[in-house]
């Protein structure tokens, strides 16, 4: 059975990544009750769908304390599955909320809308550690959408070296597991005839490679990553993500993603995100 897990905070775009998997043929079961979760996995493995997404979240209340051991049942019954945490900034999230006039689910009249997200994290502090990271923060939904294809597009097994580029004037990503700061290197956008291309285009790419600096930290970062990534893999992660950032997130951070990815692309499973080429 292909079966991923979505979880996470309210207005991240769970729906969103559940439309997906559906319109990819997936059997979808949203806000699954946690004691109903075993028996549900069993009834669809019998039932030869082969496909399946479920997503547990805050709604499901004081269910959320077994989650941890569900999933570990999963694991000790040999089922593979992948699991996946949506995240988002609270700003982003209280603005979400504001915009589609949509009440918390876990607002009692008491709570402010900060608050319902406060006691929402600590709830799922526990699945967030058992899954994958998704920050959505400043995501459109399309380039959301993209994302969880890519996600699922992924052979299970192994570990996934997803490289991510961002802008630092947005804030460092959530779901970044190690973070390379380069704005200490010379920036292309001061060049008039570099500052609307990004660090895919061949001029960027040429102006970077001629950066003795750059050029430097380029191997001492995958010098780093190649050195640390077999303990990260003997720790049993599904994902591995390495954020690098520069100031807007254009071109030397996209550059240095470019560059790492074909580094490792032939002795790992390797995606790649950029976050300053998303439309908000």
Request: net charge neutral; aromatic share 8%; with cysteine.
């Amino acid at each position: 059975m292909d079966l991923v897990l979505i979880t996470g905070l309210s207005g991240s775009g769970k729906s969103i990544a559940l439309n997906v998997l559906a319109d990819a043929g997936y059997y979808c079961v949203d806000n699954l009750p946690g004691k109903l979760f075993s028996a549900l996995v069993d009834t669809l493995a019998a039932s030869g769908n082969r496909r399946v997404a479920l997503t547990i979240d805050a709604r499901s209340g004081d269910d959320l304390a077994d989650f941890p051991v569900h999933v570990e049942n999963l694991r000790a019954r040999g089922i593979a599955f992948r699991m996946l945490y949506l995240d988002a900034k609270d700003d982003t999230l209280i603005k979400r909320f504001s915009e589609t006039r949509r009440r918390h689910p876990l607002s009692d009249g008491s709570r402010t809308l900060p608050e319902c997200i406060a006691v929402e994290r600590d709830l799922l502090a526990d699945a967030a550690g058992l899954a994958n990271h998704f920050d959505t923060s400043n995501l459109s939904p399309n380039a959301l959408r993209a994302w969880v294809k890519d996600f699922v597009a992924v052979p299970q097994g192994g570990l996934t070296l997803l490289f991510e580029s961002f802008g630092f004037r947005h804030g460092i990503p959530l779901d970044a597991d190690l973070v390379f700061d380069v704005r200490c290197l010379p920036n292309p956008h001061y060049d008039p005839a570099l500052r609307l291309l990004s660090g895919r285009d061949a001029a960027v790419i040429a102006f970077m490679d001629q950066t003795p600096d750059a050029q430097r930290m380029l191997q001492d970062i995958q010098r780093f990553v190649e050195t640390w990534l077999p303990s990260y893999r003997r720790d049993n992660r599904s994902y591995l993500t390495v954020a690098v950032g520069c100031t807007g997130g254009r071109h030397r951070s996209v550059y240095f993603v470019e560059a790492l990815a074909r580094a490792f692309r032939t002795s790992a499973q390797v995606l790649t995100r950029h976050r300053g080429l998303t439309e908000p």
